[in-house]
């Protein structure tokens, strides 16, 4: 178990899978490896293992972004593999200290499963308008930023919402990529429901939005429980901060 004392960045390994041996890899036997690092009460930081199905619920806790992407601090950007929960990041209401950060690893060729982790996407910089710059960032299928608009609060009383960037999607602005070697991909989640600064883009933190319980039942929730030892239920989780849709709904959102 992790020394509160010796505060480390956290790292995955390469071992990113277990299978039955002698078995092919299928839908029901495969699974993942998952790392976490959480921010306790105490203000200790406790790192977990588990191996958990490579299925989307768990899959999304740490799909967000690539290794070696750049979050805003106060003190300038850092890569997401460098921070530790207790960190302050640059949040869409100001400095927000990081709760808990997850990782896995995407590897190549996994086609068999329900896994959703099979295809990363490179976002080119100004690719969402003239006064975005900056180098190509890489994000995860778990990744959705913040689209807002005044004219959403007439339809749905948020002026903002958050979609998924594979929606996006087009080969030239947001290109699907599938790495031939394995990557990193991390996820962070913040005391509320918020959105990172994240280059241009607000990205949402990690949340895993209602109705986990009956998508998971008993056992596979105690799993994906202890995989936040900063929370005692689901519910510590809060509520959503504003609406997720896609990116046909907001364009009938914004009348189009």
Known sequence: ?????????????????????????????????????????????????????AHPIF????????????????????????????????????????LWIGSTTYVPRVEDSESILTTLYRVTGGAFGPDQH??????????????????FRETIGHDSVFVPLADYADGDRVIPVQPGGSVQMYHVALREHKSLRIGDFEIESYHPGPGLRRELGPALMETFLSLFPNLSAIEDFGELSCPRTSREAVLRLAGH
């Not at 306790?40 to 406790?46: C, F, N, R």
């Not at 900056?134 to 004219?151: E, L």
């Open 59 to 98: 899959e999304e806790t740490a799909a967000g972004f690539a290794r070696g992407t750049l979050l805003q601090t106060p003190s300038g950007p850092v890569a997401v593999e460098d921070l530790l929960p207790g960190d302050y990041v640059e949040t869409s209401d100001g400095a927000e200290p990081v």
């Open 1 to 53: 178990m992790y020394n509160a004392g010796t505060p480390r960045p956290l790292r995955v390994s390469q071992e990113s899978f277990a299978r039955p041996v002698g078995r092919p890899r299928r839908a029901v036997s495969l699974m993942r490896r998952y790392e976490a690092a959480a921010l306790l009460p105490d203000l200790s930081v406790q790192h977990v293992t588990r191996t958990a199905p």
């Open 134 to 151: 900056g180098a190509d960032m890489v994000f995860g299928p778990a990744a959705r930023f913040r689209i807002r608009r005044d004219k």
